[in-house]
């Protein structure tokens, strides 16, 4: 616990300053982030026998976040249905080179699957972090997603008698993601002020990010549940995985943009 404790210490303040001040240091953060868990995800399916494509997976994952940062500096619009596309048929193109013929089928879609749950979600934090001048819309997920996780592992860990979803994570509780989704409300509720947001605004979002933060969270444990292994990697002192940090983000994100353009900033 001390070493969780000390870990957070020393790489929230970096992750905060990198996400106010934005730029290359922003993307860089993003970048690392990126390459960490999709690099990840691939060793954990190399342990269920699959063998996607790295080096393909790595450049579409580089691919879309800096995509994603020069679209934005420049006011492109991003091509999303170009950029899949092309994505899609590189990784089936390079499969022949995998020679695996008679698992062709799910080499490609683990790759597939990697550099879109990875790559493609990830691109988002520049998306929201470009919404406002210093990222105060990134700022206000971070916090609301940190809040709900200590607190539904805390809580969880001292108070928790009802398995949430065992089959997936056996360790989560009913009660600690009630406890970590009441937070979460609580959080959005205060630093929504700060986001610019009214209140009504930053409880529905708080409560959007509740819900899907926690079933983002449980789909990275059914990965790390099929392919046996507890912790995405050991990179992180005391936390397991880079993936395993970012899990409640992944789905949370592009969610938590549609509604700030959708509804919000409309």
Not at 226 to 246: F, N, Q, Y
């Amino acid at each position: 616990m001390l070493v969780r404790i000390l870990t957070a210490l020393i790489t929230v303040p970096i992750i905060i300053a990198c996400v106010y001040f934005g730029g290359v240091a922003f993307l860089l953060l993003v970048l690392a982030l990126a390459i960490a868990s999709i690099n990840e995800f691939y060793n954990m399916m190399q342990k269920k026998d699959f063998r996607p494509a790295y080096w393909v997976g790595n450049f579409f994952t580089i691919f879309f976040i800096v995509f994603a940062y020069y679209a934005l500096k420049k006011n492109w619009e991003p091509a999303h249905s170009a950029i899949l596309t092309g994505s899609a048929l590189v990784t089936m193109v390079a499969t022949l080179f995998l020679k695996r013929p008679k698992e062709a089928i799910v080499d490609i879609a683990v790759t597939f699957l990697g550099m879109f749950y990875i790559g493609w979600f990830f691109s988002y934090f520049l998306f929201i972090r470009a919404l406002t001048e210093r990222g105060a819309y990134l700022l206000f997920l971070l916090i609301t997603i940190w809040a709900l996780d200590v607190v539904a592992y805390f809580f969880g860990t001292k108070f928790g008698k009802h398995k949430l979803f065992p089959s997936v994570s056996p360790k989560k509780t009913i009660e600690g993601a009630a406890a970590g989704f009441m937070v979460c409300l609580v959080a959005a509720g205060i630093f929504g002020y700060y986001a610019g947001f009214d209140m009504t605004h930053s409880l529905i979002l708080g409560a959007l990010i509740g819900f899907v933060a926690q079933l983002s969270d449980l789909v990275e444990s059914l990965i790390k549940r099929d392919a046996g292994v507890k912790d995405s990697s050991s990179l992180v002192p005391g936390h397991g995985g880079v993936l395993d940090r970012m899990d409640s983000f992944i789905l949370t994100a592009p969610v938590v943009y549609y509604y700030l353009v959708w509804v919000i900033l409309r």
